[in-house]
């Protein structure tokens, strides 16, 4: 069954430090996005990605955040210069479709220290 | 904007009791809605989904019914399991306008099931 994979599964980084989260989504989707989860609180939306273009973004995702599609199948979350409040799971999700469900990936922990 | 609201856990059941989790949202037009389930230690899977009003959605013995007269979406199941614990969250998703498939979630319950 076609998944969406995260890599690295777990990162740690010092505050101020570049970090770069990646994302395979599922091969035939269109749509991609970013979510995080802080511990404990609900799961927040970031960004939404089509065409090759940010489609929509939330207030969290500032000019410290940016997102990219390098090859045909690799998707990023870039964080410039992570702030101890950055520290999260952030989830990768695909869909085929903007109205169908979105598939998620196992999330990266990402703990800023 | 759009919200979803869940009802407040976390929720602790004995094996085989009856399972409700509450969820209502507020979204313009006719959103998708969705239960999604986060086991310990995993990403989030989907559970179930609904498209349109009345729709009832329907997976591994879990259920929940499109409900637009009430804005509501709750989660049941007759008899749980053990392996039902979990953390399930509410979700919807907008259709037209501005949404760019963006999924709302609502603040997650935390179900424990006891043998």
């Known amino acids: 069954e076609p998944e969406v994979t995260q890599t690295p599964s777990h990162q740690v980084t010092q505050m101020g430090q570049e970090v770069i989260l990646r994302c395979v989504p599922i091969?035939?989707?269109?749509?991609f996005y970013w979510y995080r989860q802080i511990l404990g609180q609900k799961v927040e939306f970031l960004v939404s990605?089509?065409?090759?273009?940010?489609?929509?973004k939330s207030e969290i995702f500032d000019d410290q955040f940016s997102v990219e599609r390098p090859d045909g199948s690799n998707f990023t979350l870039k964080i410039r210069s992570t702030k101890l409040e950055d520290s999260a799971m952030y989830f990768c999700?695909?869909?085929?479709?903007?109205?169908?469900?979105?598939?998620f990936g196992q999330g990266t922990r990402l703990t800023v220290v | 904007g759009d919200s979803v609201t869940q009802m407040e856990g976390p929720v602790t059941l004995s094996e085989e009791a009856f399972l409700t989790i509450n969820c209502t949202y507020t979204?313009?037009?006719?959103?998708?809605l969705f239960w999604y389930v986060q086991y310990p230690g995993e990403g989030l899977q989907l559970l179930l989904k609904a498209t349109k009003a009345d729709d009832k959605g329907s997976n591994k013995g879990f259920e929940a019914t499109y409900r637009k007269e009430t804005t509501s979406f709750h989660l049941e199941k007759g008899s749980v399991q053990v392996s039902d614990s979990a953390v399930y969250f509410c979700a919807l998703k907008g259709t037209g306008g501005t949404s760019y498939g963006k999924l709302t979630f609502g603040q997650g319950t935390i179900l424990t099931v006891h043998p």
């Open positions: 999700a695909s869909s085929d479709d903007i109205n169908t469900e979105a598939f």
């Open positions: 091969s035939n989707h269109l749509y």
């Open positions: 990605f089509y065409n090759n273009e940010i489609s929509e």
């Open positions: 979204a313009t037009g006719y959103p998708s």
